[in-house]
């Protein structure tokens, strides 16, 4: 069994067969880390590089420790230790890399399209996570994971997507994910912060906290990406919060049984309190111990491993 592409670039090439068969399959590794010897033998003698030209702690060390765990070998790299620095182009770099016989390149990069280009450039498979504004597809699916294992469905769910949805390539995929899934999205922050035609993804919108989490199954929270904005998108970060953090007496307008999510790194006192961060109906890390599982069945089923050895 193995998905249909030999490269993961976004939920947008993936088909809802596709994202069942990546969530059924992370179910299958939730166990791994519950051994004494977290290690199973699938990708021996296979070959990661992970090659991060942007910041990362979450993807980077879930994707490292994912293929440890299915005994592949990791090669990691990063944009300050390679020759990018040094003006050698994303693609000669790739086909350098390409050149020492890898089966899988993982990378994250600032600019959107750049795992397209590599994927277009290479023969070996290509992990997006997470190009420029565009998209974060291992992220959703972690998400969609974590949602489904707390509702057990994803189809007819009530989701709110709050804060810098313009820049957020989590929010995109996120989206696109969730539509696919027959769940109800509605976006929710600054009108700056609305990409416009957002609503042709399927979205509702909003600008009103109060009426995008009324009723929700879910509350998914983002990070403001201040590095990303470069102009003045809104009056300041604590008028921000008055508007859209969120707070445990905005959690009271949701379901009794809601999830809180986010995707980290968290700003608290900004977009979410400790309180709600912390608190009961928070599965924060929950997602990121389920982002392992997910990115093992990902590389897996990249590499066309049997369904029947997956818990060997």
Do not use: W
């Not at 990691?76 to 899988?104: C, F, Q, W, Y």
């Not at 996570?129 to 007819?156: M, N, S, V, W, Y």
């Not at 111990?289 to 997956?310: F, T």
Request: proline share 5%.
């Amino acid at each position: 069994m193995r998905l249909k592409a030999r490269d993961l670039l976004g939920i947008e090439e993936l088909d809802l067969q596709d994202i069942e068969l990546i969530l059924d399959t992370a179910d299958g590794f939730l166990e791994v880390a519950r051994r004494p010897i977290k290690k199973v033998p699938i990708l021996r003698g296979r070959t990661v590089v992970n090659f991060f030209l942007e910041p990362s702690t979450r993807t980077r060390s879930s994707f490292e420790i994912a293929e440890k765990r299915l005994s592949a070998d990791s090669v990691n790299l990063v944009g300050s230790g390679s020759s990018i620095v040094k003006g050698e182009t994303l693609i000669d770099t790739g086909r350098n890399l390409e050149a020492m016989s890898p089966d899988i390149i993982v990378i994250r990069h600032s600019s959107s399209g750049a795992p397209h280009l590599l994927a277009h450039k290479l023969r070996s498979s290509i992990i997006n996570a997470g190009d420029g504004f565009h998209e974060h597809p291992t992220q959703a699916l972690l998400d969609a994971f974590t949602i489904r294992q707390k509702k057990e469905r994803l189809e007819g769910l009530r989701v709110a997507i709050v804060g810098d949805i313009a820049h957020s390539r989590v929010a995109r995929s996120n989206l696109l994910l969730l539509r696919k899934a027959g769940a109800e999205v509605t976006v929710c922050g600054p009108p700056t912060l609305i990409p416009p035609h957002i609503e042709k993804l399927g979205a509702h919108v909003t600008s009103n906290l109060a009426e995008a989490i009324e009723g929700a199954d879910v509350i998914m929270m983002l990070r403001l990406q201040l590095e990303r904005q470069k102009g003045g998108y809104f009056p300041s970060l604590r008028e921000y919060f008055y508007y859209f953090g969120l707070t445990v007496e905005h959690v009271r307008r949701a379901k009794p049984d809601v999830i809180i999510m986010h995707p980290g790194p968290m700003n608290r006192g900004v977009e979410i309190t400790s309180e709600v961060a912390d608190g009961p109906y928070s599965v924060i890390l929950e997602q990121v111990a389920n982002g392992v599982a997910v990115r093992m069945a990902v590389l897996y089923l990249l590499l066309g491993g049997s369904a029947d050895e997956e818990a060997a």
